[in-house]
T-cell receptor, first 116, second 115 residues
Framework: DTGVSQDPRHKITKRGQNVTFRCDPI?????LYWYRQTLGQGPEFLTY????????KSRLLSDRFSAERPKGSFSTLEIQRTEQGDSAMYLC??????????????FGPGTRLTVL | TQLLEQSPQFLSIQEGENLTVYCNSS?????LQWYRQEPGEGPVLLVT?????EVKKLKRLTFQFGDARKDSSLHITAAQPGDTGLYLC???????????????FGKGTKLSVKP
């Protein structure tokens, strides 16, 4: 257990429905990342926050995806009008990058999304 | 575009054998990280290598970062069934030598160690 928790662990939904995932990072970590992992692939970066500010968004993050981190603690990732291609494992990671050194990211267990 | 290529993609060996997994890129990375992932779980960090030529050991696992910081290898000695999993290498994305923070992952090497 890395200390990063995600909820739910599994979600099955029908195409066209909206879904929301939650990530609780390690409490003192100021950076929070979202990644998506499909079968047979490594995780792909979606977006990240430093405190409550969303600093970077991948072009993978279409306008149906939105992420928030309102108080700089937990974060939510919402997918609107889900499509079958959204089926994947959604991973959250958090870090507290030391000044001038490598940023070590700790991953949660992921949320497995299946869109029928 | 920064890419990391891992080889082999799949590896099935008998308990006690040695193996090496490779992670290669045409880009320079400020650091490379190795993760192990079990089915249905998130990646767990094994090691971070930062300096070109660096070698780090973690029990039976030896990690090396290439001199030019473009490649890395993971060597496992006397593999055990408990080593079974997906091994991922990842580098910090960067622009002009700086770090953007997010990680770029290889596709992983799926290792199966049979008793």
């Amino acid at each position: 257990d890395t200390g990063v928790s995600q909820d739910p662990r599994h979600k099955i939904t029908k195409r066209g429905q909206n879904v929301t995932f939650r990530c609780d990072p390690i409490s003192e970590h100021n950076r929070l990342y979202w990644y998506r992992q499909t079968l047979g692939q490594g995780p792909e970066f979606l977006t990240y926050f430093q405190n409550e500010a969303q600093l970077e968004k991948s072009r993978l993050l279409s306008d149906r995806f939105s992420a928030e981190r309102p108080k700089g603690s937990f974060s939510t990732l919402e997918i609107q009008r889900t499509e079958q291609g959204d089926s994947a494992m959604y991973l959250c990671a958090s870090s507290l990058p030391p000044s001038g050194s490598t940023d070590t990211q700790y991953f949660g267990p992921g949320t497995r999304l299946t869109v029928l | 575009t920064q890419l990391l290529e891992q080889s082999p993609q799949f590896l099935s060996i008998q308990e006690g054998e040695n193996l090496t997994v490779y992670c290669n890129s045409s880009s320079v990375f400020s650091s490379l990280q190795w993760y192990r992932q079990e089915p249905g779980e998130g990646p767990v960090l094994l090691v971070t290598v930062v300096t070109g030529g660096e070698v780090k050991k973690l029990k039976r696992l030896t990690f090396q970062f290439g001199d030019a910081r473009k490649d890395s290898s993971l060597h496992i000695t006397a593999a055990q069934p408990g080593d079974t999993g997906l091994y991922l290498c990842a580098g910090e994305a960067g622009v002009h030598g700086g770090s953007q923070g997010n990680l770029i992952f290889g596709k992983g090497t799926k290792l199966s160690v049979k008793p």
